[in-house]
T-cell receptor
Framework: AQTVTQSQPEMSVQEAETVTLSCTYDTSESNYYLFWYKQPPSRQMILVIRQEAYKQQNATENRFSVNFQKAAKSFSLKISDSQLGDTAMYFC????????????FGGGTRLMVKP | NAGVTQTPKFRILKIGQSMTLQCTQDMNHNYMYWYRQDPGMGLKLIYY???????DKGEVPNGYNVSRSTTEDFPLRLELAAPSQTSVYFC?????????????FGPGTRLTVT
């Protein structure tokens, strides 16, 4: 079974600054995907960024980028130029490529962006 | 395209009552999922389905049942509700293809059992 650990329950950052959220995972699989989801107070789950394990290049999406360290089983999310709208819960998730493509989530990090 | 819709949005149940949470998707996705999210926690998989007529248990299936008679619908049944089932329930769907595996989530149902 896979496990996903987010060691930072809460973080805060000043508007316009950069923040990094940590995620580690444990798996014996070689073919998998990793995700970061954002959950604002509305409760809606929003996909922020994804990374295929077979790709060495780190994924980027505008102000969001990841640092994927496969050997260390680490997958951190960097948010640049933080905005007030980035305030939310952030979940790291693991997907093993199989018949079900199920997601295993970490416990989440609550991010507060301060003006 | 409405995406994934869930009803109801909120519900309060008494201990021992039963109910069905409805989930419908209009994206013709084969794969569908039910997750629960306890306060301050991440989502945990209850059941999933890879196509009509096919369902399987996830990490926390006890106390729940599902069925998948059509591609569009994936209802979740709670029998004999217990306080431990107080949670937010999310339905999700995906194509399940090699290059199209993203899961799309519904808005969630907040359930309180008292």
């Amino acid at each position: 079974a896979q496990t996903v650990t987010q060691s930072q329950p809460e973080m805060s950052v000043q508007e316009a600054e950069t923040v990094t959220l940590s995620c580690t995972y444990d798996t014996s699989e070689s073919n998998y995907y990793l995700f970061w989801y954002k959950q604002p107070p509305s409760r809606q789950m929003i996909l922020v960024i994804r990374q295929e394990a077979y790709k060495q290049q780190n994924a980027t999406e505008n102000r969001f980028s990841v640092n994927f360290q496969k050997a260390a089983k680490s997958f951190s999310l960097k948010i640049s130029d933080s905005q007030l709208g980035d305030t939310a819960m952030y979940f790291c998730a693991f997907m093993r490529r199989n018949a079900g493509n199920m997601l295993t989530f970490g416990g989440g990090t609550r991010l507060m962006v301060k003006p | 395209n409405a995406g994934v819709t869930q009803t109801p949005k909120f519900r309060i149940l008494k201990i021992g009552q039963s109910m069905t949470l409805q989930c419908t998707q209009d994206m013709n996705h084969n794969y569908m999922y039910w997750y629960r999210q306890d306060p301050g926690m991440g989502l945990k998989l209850i059941y999933y389905s890879v196509g009509a007529g096919i369902t399987d248990k996830g990490e926390v299936p006890n106390g729940y049942n599902v069925s998948r008679s059509t591609t569009e619908d994936f209802p979740l049944r709670l029998e004999l509700a217990a306080p431990s089932q107080t949670s937010v329930y999310f339905c999700a769907s995906s194509n399940g293809l090699v290059l199209d595996y993203e899961q799309y989530f519904g808005p969630g149902t907040r359930l309180t059992v008292t």
